[in-house]
């Protein structure tokens, strides 16, 4: 992780301590980020629980781990079905689901081609156009074979591999909600790396008020929204990427062309209740473009605000209000 990302955590929870003298924070490295987790005095005890749903679940969903359901299921892509539990099997045919409502702009079949870019980690490149070409045929989405019954999943391709990642956070964050609800907690804020639960109200007047980060290297806040019991998801190009040539290439990737989407959107953040629906609509609202974007985002009920490359910032909430608020 970049270091602009480490202070945009450190400023989030100095804010939060600041109006709040009653909440406990802790922050550790997890999902390949700094999660940061603050519940009150009175659940403080809880913390080291919610880490470990965290730990859990990038145990569980992560195409890195070899243990993982996700990996199984790619493993045996072109083999058999792999039979996961039913949150996991939820969580897939979500994915799956949206994939087809979007025409697979979003598409969890893209592990191939992620694998390949590496984006992230010490091995990321930008791909020669032949491997990328070798490996387009394995992102079809309509291969994915789902089996309600057994609640298996079949990559019906030799060589297809599943990846989450534009889902896992914002499910983590569901699931680290139910965990809250069943324990009685009252408020929390939880910051899993640009994915932000914002679980009951700071105070019984008030809401929580997020933070949207500039996308550049300053980590500075953007523009701000407030929120109730609200997941406040964000994906930005400025998140993972590799510059080449003069060129940056992010890691939202087009799996009809092999490359990433090319848009005039710098990050998109969607404010809904479900974090599952905010993760993949996020990235789905940036692939699309401001334009389809904002129609998207109204298709699915859902609050976005818009960070665009002329330094902009659009709030669906008021369509009409395109602010410039970056310096040129």
């Known amino acids: 992780m970049r270091k602009a990302g480490f202070i945009f955590i450190i400023l989030f929870i100095a804010a939060l301590l600041s109006c709040s003298d009653e909440m406990v924070s802790d922050t550790r490295i997890a999902m390949d980020t700094l999660v940061a987790v603050s519940l009150p005095e009175s659940s403080k005890e809880l913390i080291d629980d919610v880490f470990d749903i965290i730990y859990e679940t990038e145990h569980e969903i992560s195409p890195y781990i070899d243990e993982s359901y996700i990996s199984e299921i790619s493993r045996c892509a072109g083999v058999h079905a792999v039979a996961v539990p039913h949150d996991i099997y939820t969580l ?11 025409d697979g702009v979003f598409n969890p079949a893209i592990g191939p ?60 964050a569901d699931r680290i909600r139910e965990f809250l609800k069943d324990n009685g907690v009252e408020r929390a804020i939880i910051n899993l790396g640009g994915n932000v639960l914002a679980y009951g109200k700071k105070s019984s007047d008030e809401a929580w008020r997020v933070g949207i980060r500039t996308p550049d290297e300053s980590g500075g806040i953007i523009y701000s929204v407030e929120a109730e019991d609200m997941c406040v998801i964000t994906s930005g ?31 998109a953040t969607v404010i809904t209740y479900s974090g599952t629906l905010g993760d993949m609509l996020s990235t789905t609202l940036l692939a699309l473009g401001s334009e389809n974007a904002l129609l998207c985002a109204a298709e699915y009920g859902v609050r976005c605000v818009l960070v665009l490359e002329d330094g902009s910032v659009i709030d669906s909430y008021s369509p009409e209000c395109q602010i410039a608020v970056m310096e040129e």
């Not at 897939?92 to 979007?102: L, N, P």
């Not at 998140?239 to 080449?244: L, T, V």
Request: net charge negative; hydrophobic share 35%; no cysteine.
């Open 237 to 267: 190009v400025y998140q993972r990427y590799i510059d080449e040539g003069g060129v940056r290439y992010h890691h939202i990737m087009d799996s009809s062309t092999g490359y990433p989407f090319d848009s005039d959107i710098l990050s």
């Open 92 to 102: 897939i045919k979500s994915s799956v689901e949206m994939a087809y409502e979007t």
């Open 113 to 172: 081609l992620s694998s390949l870019w590496a984006l992230g980690s010490e091995d990321a490149r930008v791909p020669e156009s032949d491997e990328i070409e070798a490996v387009l045929p394995l992102l079809d989405y309509t291969s994915i074979v789902l089996d309600d019954d057994e609640e298996s999943v079949y990559l019906s391709l030799p060589g297809m591999a599943l990846d989450l990642g534009g889902a896992g956070k914002g499910y983590t």
